[in-house]
């Protein structure tokens, strides 16, 4: 069965800091994979996908980074914090348009 | 394209039946509908998918689906509704080259 990892699961950052969170697939290859955020009491907003090794596609600029360099690890970065970033960021990956989205468990940011 | 959860929260007694409601906009043909339920701890959790080329309302154990294509509208009911079904719960929708597209949820409170 597939299983999908997130670390942390909780940080706490100054503003200015730089940022890597981790999120790692188990039991299949060649996943989509995904980075959300979602903000205090609203809904997801999706920020990255990537549907292979080093393809990485940016759907809203922003002060956050991703890179795949592995197939089914997917790292979501910044140089430089913003309060803005604060969120709960999720990881999801699937196999392709027409199939379900898994999530990991997410990651709790609050930049400081 | 959105998805419109008109309900930002609802409540139900424990062993009593909620219907949750989910309108969405999109021009695909062929599409792909879903309910995730996010409990306190946040992960995100597959209720139940929909194919939009399917007439026959998906079910899951205690909860199901009505779905009106024409209405375009995608209601989830929960039967015997029980503690552990508090939650936030999203309704998604992703279709052709389209990713995922989330509502901004709905609360659910079961009350003993």
């Known amino acids: 069965s597939q299983t999908i990892h997130q670390w942390p699961a909780t940080l706490v950052q100054p503003v200015g800091s730089p940022l890597s969170l981790e999120c790692t697939v188990e039991g299949t290859s060649n996943p989509n994979l995904y980075w959300y955020r979602q903000a205090a009491g609203r809904g997801l907003q999706l920020l990255f996908y990537?549907?292979?090794?080093?393809?990485i596609s940016s759907e809203v600029p922003q002060n956050l980074s991703a890179s795949r360099p592995q197939d089914r690890q997917f790292i979501l970065s910044s140089k430089k914090l913003l309060l803005s970033d604060s969120g709960f960021y999720l990881c999801?990956?699937?196999?392709?348009?027409?199939?379900?989205?898994?999530f990991g468990p997410g990651t709790r940011l609050t930049v400081l | 394209q959105t998805v419109t959860q008109s309900q930002p929260e609802m409540s139900v007694q424990e062993a009593e039946t909620v219907t949750l409601s989910c309108t969405y906009d999109?021009?695909?043909?062929?599409?792909?509908l879903f309910w995730y339920k996010q409990p306190p701890s946040r992960q995100m959790i597959l209720v139940i998918r929909?194919?939009?080329?399917?007439?026959q309302n998906a079910t899951e154990n205690r909860f199901s689906v009505n779905f009106q294509k024409a209405a375009k509208s995608f209601s989830l009911k929960i039967s015997d509704s029980q503690l552990g079904d508090a939650a936030m719960y999203f309704c998604?929708?992703?279709?052709?080259?389209?990713?995922?597209?989330f509502g901004k949820g709905t609360k659910l409170t079961v009350n003993p």
């Open positions: 998604a929708r992703q279709g052709g080259s389209e990713k995922l597209v």
């Open positions: 999801a990956w699937d196999r392709g348009l027409s199939d379900t989205q898994y």
């Open positions: 929909q194919e939009a080329y399917k007439q």
């Open positions: 999109t021009s695909e043909s062929d599409y792909y």
């Open positions: 990537s549907v292979g090794i080093g393809q």
